[in-house]
């Protein structure tokens, strides 16, 4: 065990378990730098330096060389830790900002399910729209000029997104796409119910 401080060669690794003895003689902790090299030998130099690295530990002996080494390990996993919350605090904001938007389109949902309007049966051939709009008219105007052809038949009911949905429900076995029904007798039974009440 040498008595010459720690040298740039030395490669001393940090290791607070440890108070080294000089040839199995106990010595004073403060005499001596606690480093172990990299191969398991001890630092063996003369202390230059006490740290306490958590409460209620004693004060370590570090010689110049180890207080660097273990200086610089602790500001790395201080780093690692600062990246490591930095990106936990992004995700919980990324997630509070995902969570707004779901509360905002859910509350959206619901006001829409409740605002008044009108539902409309728009029959082109033997498929028929049913949907929902607080502007009838703009909206069909919109979907005859999206397709190009006028519609034949367009039957009006006051009412909501919610009556809406219901009649998609009632007539989702004859559902083609989206919104668009084939024409089974019982939606031809309904519009004219409809057409009726309304005349």
Known sequence: MSDQPC???????WQASRILT??????????????????????????????????????QPLCQLHL??????????????DALQARRDARVKEISKLETVRQ??????????T??????????GSTVK???????PRRLRNLETAAGLPFDEVVLVKGNRALEQRYH???QEHRTDGEWFQVAPEIRLEMDRLHAKAS
């Open 7 to 13: 040298g740039p060669t030395r490669n001393c690794a």
């Open 115 to 124: 605002i008044d309007g009108m539902v409309y049966f728009a029959r082109r």
């Open 104 to 113: 905002r389109a859910q509350a959206k949902r619901s006001t829409d399910r």
């Open 68 to 81: 660097a080494i273990f200086t610089k390990a602790i500001w790395a996993e201080l780093q690692k830790n």
């Open 22 to 59: 000089r040839a199995g003689t106990p010595t004073k902790a403060r005499d001596l730098c606690i480093g172990i090299d990299s191969d398991g030998e001890p630092c063996g130099s003369r202390a230059a330096h006490f740290i306490t690295p958590d409460r209620g530990l004693p004060a």
């Open 130 to 136: 049913i949907g929902f709009s607080s502007s009838p």
């Open 169 to 171: 429900r009632r007539f």
